[in-house]
């Protein structure tokens, strides 16, 4: 490089420091200007929604990157190399039900002999309730940094707010469906009408008759002229009216059976088309019978009929749309951060986030069956390298491998319309493709079969654990201490310390704690969570719990140490840890959190030893359900099954310890929500002791 | 459109607001402000923010009175968290609390208004503030975060409000609380650091040459520093003047003067060089200084520093670590910001304006001066001694019948009462009729050189123009009031003037309840007039008779839990129902006993499964066995818990109520509060309540076997009437 190229490359290096408005777009300008990403607000929607249709069943993946407001509320709540994969998904679903989604950038790619070909679109959501039904989002809150952050990249809030697309999720517009009040007939799936009662069919009978009669008298008249006395007469008579230009028939209903006998009545009937006019509380009212000139005409209103359902989806829908065209259509969806990510798309767009991992996954995986991580692929190849974010991970393999990749974006820029946002989902796609090279898997799928990807590829799908592991186990205890160490340990070997002094250093506590015990005379290391709380690994196995019984029991350490405790040290297992994440307990300093989490436990312990009052039996009768999954419905306690016995046929006599009715209130819940059939009948309660 | 550097270049402002003019006819961005000079705001970004503290500095000081204005992000944080008639002056301002500490503010009215004597008007500096509680200083920030309520921002929205000019440009700020920590901060590591540990980097000493590069670096360096060493204090010896020894070292080493002393400047180095170089002058330099801090004015590039013997050094080293903390103190101070306003408020003692402002003064606490506290009691007296004189011109109106009939018996919503009070400022082109007895007050407008006889920016709802038009209302009300602005010679004193008196500090703690709040006193009392309306339609709350119900069966409706209630208790036992939201209810007795005889015989039922209780007229509000009810005072738990659950019943699960030992706890207990909720208020109505005994409410009591309850379907009633 001559000098002068050097110093132009300082120059650039100083404004990343300082970014001006000004430079920012030159560099924009210099560097990005062959890529252009859509940007979609609701005036540009409809049109959008058009194209990345297409796009994305003319594509074989499909990338997507969220810009949310933020992700956690304090240091210690977001995702950390300790987290097991249960804590860091109950910290995810967490933040995804506080923040929200301001921009939701969708790429449909291909990649053809090292050749991306893709087409980003960049979505701006604001969560307005566009319908006054009090959804999507009652509130939400920001984080000042992120907010920082999106303001530096020259975010337009201004535009998100007024222009920005809304939406309702699945599970929304379910609850909402009474309120938005509209369904088409094809919504009524008719059964084969197997057993047809009596009324039935004078139901059916008659009010063939009546349309039969109404379509002849409506042929005639327009044959011949009328008098306008008679016509309206016969209107009158016939309960005739108009709908648009076409004249349409009003058949009262007044239950779901007769909408599904009128509609299966009316496909024997040539050129009329069907509509169901909604009442208030989401019941069919009334159908409307639409008569039609020719079959040509029937075909013109029925485009009209599916343009205006489409319409009113797009209103009530909105931003979900897109959601749901790639969720139909089956493809693989590639992110950088999948927990962050899908807990997000999960609780915006389907439904309320499930409170186990496991039920997370598995209702997710039914919606987007092929998820994959750039994130995860980064790690086969630089297991060990903290690359975290993407600009780094592209040039990490931009050094080591040799992968060129061109680039092929379907919109082009135009003069002085260059935009940044979303700009990561064009890097999560150009990253993919890259590690398809190196890893020499071939991204190119069948055109007749999407759902099976190249097996390499299959086993890197559907990858949640934030960690290192590539292992597949969900019940994998192990987790890091260190960002950039890979090495691991059990779960049961670490200990929480906390009510130390605040901003105090992890050397310094460990100085402290050095020599102060035998169990600190093996190697042990302290990693701080957040300022006053430290997470204490012993190498020995053992040593966790031999240290915890000391902090219980109060025998000396030496003075600093017995310092320390008579100024509030404590100490709890992970396990303590663990419920502070079921529990909820979002406390800003995880020391609070630890100190109720305690105190929970304790109340319950000694509830336990108290007689009579303590243990509450109940005989809870469920119709052929396994408890198997019942031990960790509420993890803080174990409950325990005392017997199972079987009674009456299929019925099955359980009896559970739980301590408190609450936590019975909740396995009933939680039971209701994943048994086939609710609780039929809740058991008596019943004093009993323990043996 | 090119929206990422919005609002940072002046020159971009003119492209931009004819971008938006397209987009919106009724803009009101800041960049507005250039094309329309008729319409102007003095909107104050944290580029012009200390010109405009300095001028609002005197306008304040001369001000007769200021009025003042909010935007906020929010109001409430959850439907239930709205404010009810069932809502207890504790539970209200537990409410206020919530929104204020969940919610940000955006925008900062500020309107001095002062008498012109001459000009027989008032001459209003109306100032709009954009503020972002950015984090300025490193550590605990304003805050970490803040809530949005979509209907809130849409609210902003339709109104024009310019985000970006908020966040990009808004004046950050720290409270009282936040700057004393920040200081205190700072003292304890300033006092801990021993002053040998100066240098940036502790790990110096455990620095090891390991690299044959390091080993060879640090042998040039110390030649290098040790020949101008050697230069120095042989120059000194022959006071001759210093010269480079060799051409090699002008290039990388020249001298400056550092606090009186001669010292070497280290450029373009990397940082490992640095830390050799640093521990270099350790090893082989005694009278050396290393110095070097990022980025601070004090020393902004790393020095080797000359100092004649120890104690010189010692003094050098006291001398920087002053430098360092004075500083970071003046970063402290700086990070104020929009604070400065508050305190101005604060200090100058003016009468303090607002309209329904209960909740603009609790952010107000919340954000520039502390935490709020946990009673409404404590809150209120803190609250004065920052702001003696509040008028609420909210109260002014509801509580004249005058001013009603002025407003025509229309809401007394702020542009409504200045459409009515003050038509001649809100539209001065229709010729207003000035009656005889209802002089109108003239008020003009001054931004900054500029004055406006006739000033309407007509932007509703943006915090300056908002605060002007309080203050207008204010002005106008005064002089219906009798008050002869012209008798007084200037200043007016209007905190202590005696038709006054009765509105000053007296602010509506809750306008549904029109529960109107003493500052001085934190008693509560009903206003006399504004909302009796409103009042009428509930008959006389009792919070001791109230049971709070909920996981109720989905669409239970009011009527029939009360006609449930009825068949147990009597017809007349339930006075009313309230739906708190889909999931909760009230139910207030009639008699207190009640309250507790049907948890009693809830829990009971509850229990027992057999038939009896499945046949009970209760089982339709207990259906699946899931609906849950407590007393009053955990409602007020419920309410005090940072928690915000959009639905009631998934924040009482969150907040972890433990209903089954709650409902039972004895009836001196709720007594107690009872006694506390009654001296709170001076409603004799309430009083009347409270000396009745929970007699029948104890536990032992009220219990029902079972059997009986097959029999009669008044179980309760007949209990009582033994």
Known sequence: M???????????????????????????????????????????????????????????????????????????????????????????????????????????FSVKASKLIAHPYNFHLFPRDELKIAMPSYSFSCQLSYLTTMAREGFDFNACIYDGISYLSRAQELAAADRIGHSSPSSYVVPSSSANS???????????????????????????????????????????????SRPCLIINVCSERQVQLVLEMLKEVVDVVPMVVPARGGEVQAIRVVLTSSEEDKNLLEKELQDMEEEHNKRVRGFREVIDLISTSQKPVVAHNTLNDFTFIYSKFLAPLPSSMDEFRSSLLLVFPHILDVNHLMKEIGPFEKLNNLPASISYLRRKFFAPIDMEVSHRAEADNVQIHGRNVL??????????????????????????????????????????????????????????????????????????????????????????????????????????????????????????????????????????????????????????????????????????ALEKTKRLTEAKSEEDLSILCTVVRFKSCSFGFLVDVDGFFDLEAFWTEECQGTWLLNVLTVTVPMNLRNIIKSLGETCPNPPLMLGRLISKQLP | MKKYFLVRAMAMAEAQARNRNQLFPFNRFLCSSSNSSDLTLKNVTKSNFEPALAELRSHVREADFVSFDLEMTG???????????????????????????????????????????????????????????????????????????????????????????????????????????????????????SSESLSSSKAVADMQLVRMADILFA?????????????????????????????????????????????LVLNVLTSRQLRLIELVIKKHFEDLVYVHATGEISCPQPLVVYTDSTTDRDLLMREIKHCRKNEAVTKIKAAVGFRHVIDLLSTERKLIVGHNCFLDIAHIYNKFVGPLPLTVEEYVSEVQKHFPYIVD?????????????????????????????????????????????????????QVDDKRFSNWNSGAKHEAGYDAFMTGCVFAQACTHLGIDFNLHAPPVDL???????????????????????????????????????????????????IVILWDLPSNLKAREIKECMSKVFGTDSVTSVFHLDETAAFVQFSKQEFV???????????????????????????????????????????????????LFSNQAEAVGIEWRTRQLEPAVEVEKQEDRASSFSQDQDRKETSPITIAAGAPSSCHFPTDELVDSFYPVQAQLSK
Not at chain 1, 202 to 207: A, I, K, P, Y
């Open chain 2, 495 to 545: 905190v202590h003037n005696e038709k006054l008196q009765k509105y000053i500090n007296h602010l509506y703690l809750s306008w549904i309840n029109g529960d109107v709040i003493d500052l001085r006193t934190g008693k509560c009392t009903a206003d006399s007039l504004g909302s009796t309306n409103l009042k009428n339609r509930y008959p006389k709350i009792l919070f001791s008779n």
């Open chain 2, 219 to 263: 042998e040039r360096m110390t030649n290098k520093i040790g020949e101008w060493r050697a230069g120095l204090l042989r120059d000194t010896n022959e006071g001759s003047e210093f010269q480079g020894s060799s051409n090699d070292t002008v290039q990388k080493l020249q001298t400056i003067f550092f606090k009186m002393r001669p010292a």
């Open chain 1, 198 to 244: 009596v009324a039935d069919s004078v139901f059916t009978e008659r009010t063939k008759s009546r349309v039969r009669h109404w379509v002849n008298a409506c042929k005639d008249s327009n044959k011949k002229t009328e008098d306008a006395l008679i016509n309206t007469l016969r209107k009158l008579v016939s309960g005739s009216e108009l709908y648009g």
């Open chain 2, 75 to 193: 109001v409430t944080s959850a439907p239930w968290r709205e404010s009810f008639e069932f809502d207890r002056a504790d539970i209200r301002y537990l409410k206020v609390k919530d929104s204020a500490e969940k919610f940000a503010v955006v925008q900062f009215g500020v309107c001095p208004f002062r008498w012109d004597s001459k000009n027989r008007s008032f001459i209003a500096h109306p100032h709009n503030f954009y503020v972002f509680p950015r984090q300025e200083i490193p550590g605990d920030g304003p805050s970490y975060e803040f809530s949005c309520q979509t209907t809130s921002l849409d609210f902003l929205a339709k109104y024009q409000f310019d985000f970006n000019a908020c966040i990009y440009e808004g004046i950050s700020y720290l409270s009282r609380r936040q700057e004393e920590e920040g200081l205190r901060r700072l003292n304890s590591v300033y006092n801990d650091e």
């Open chain 2, 393 to 445: 011109t909210k109260v002014m109106l509801n509580s004249d019948s005058s001013f009603l009939h002025l407003v025509k018996k229309g809401s007394t919503s702020l542009s409504k009462a200045f459409t009515f009070l003050c038509p001649q400022i809100a539209s001065p082109n229709v010729s207003s009729i000035v009656l005889a007895d209802n002089p109108r007050i003239k008020v003009e407008v």
């Open chain 2, 596 to 646: 507790s005889s049907f948890l009693e015989l809830k829990d009971t039922l509850e229990q027992k499964y057999d038939p009896i209780s499945v046949l009970h007229p209760l089982s339709k509000i207990l259906e699946g066995g899931c609906t849950r009810a407590a007393t009053y005072e955990i409602y007020k738990e419920i309410c005090s818990s940072p928690i915000s659950e959009v």
């Open chain 1, 427 to 596: 890097r999560i796609s150009e990253l993919f493709a890259k590690l398809c090279s190196v890893l020499k898997i071939n991204p190119e799928t069948f055109e007749d079969d999407y759902c099976h990807l190249s097996s390499a590829l299959q086993c890197h799908a559907n990858t949640f654990n934030p960690s290192l592991t590539s292992s597949e186990d969900p019940i994998d205890e192990d987790v890091r201490i260190w960002n950039k160490n890979s090495r691991r340990i059990s779960i049961n070997n670490l200990v929480l310390l906390w009510g130390l002094e605040s901003g105090i250093s992890a050397a310094k506590l460990k100085a402290l704690l050095h020599g102060s015990h035998e169990v600190f005379s093996k190697e042990f290391d302290v990693q701080m969570v957040d300022k006053n709380c430290a997470v204490i690994v012993f190498w020995t196995t053992g040593f966790s719990d031999r240290f915890l019984r000391i902090m219980d029991s109060g025998e000396i350490f030496c003075e600093s140490l017995k310092d320390m405790i008579s100024e509030g040290l404590a100490a709890a297992s992970y396990k303590t840890y663990r419920s502070v994440c079921k529990l909820g307990l979002w406390e800003a300093d995880l020391a609070d959190a630890l100190d109720k």
């Open chain 1, 2 to 108: 001559s000098p002068r190229l050097q110093m132009l490359h300082k120059r650039f290096f100083c404004t990343k420091i300082f970014p001006t408005a000004a430079d920012h777009h030159f560099r924009l300008r210099r560097h990005q200007n062959q890529w252009l990403i859509k940007q979609v607000t609701k005036s540009n929607f409809s049109e959008a929604l058009g194209e990345i249709r297409t796009h994305i069943s003319n594509s074989d993946f499909i990338a997507v990157s969220l810009q949310q407001t933020g992700a956690y509320s304090a240091p210690w709540q977001r995702v950390l190399p300790i987290d097991i994969a249960e804590t860091a998904y109950l910290k995810a679903k967490r933040a995804a039900e506080r923040f929200q989604v301001l921009q939701f950038a969708v790429c449909p």
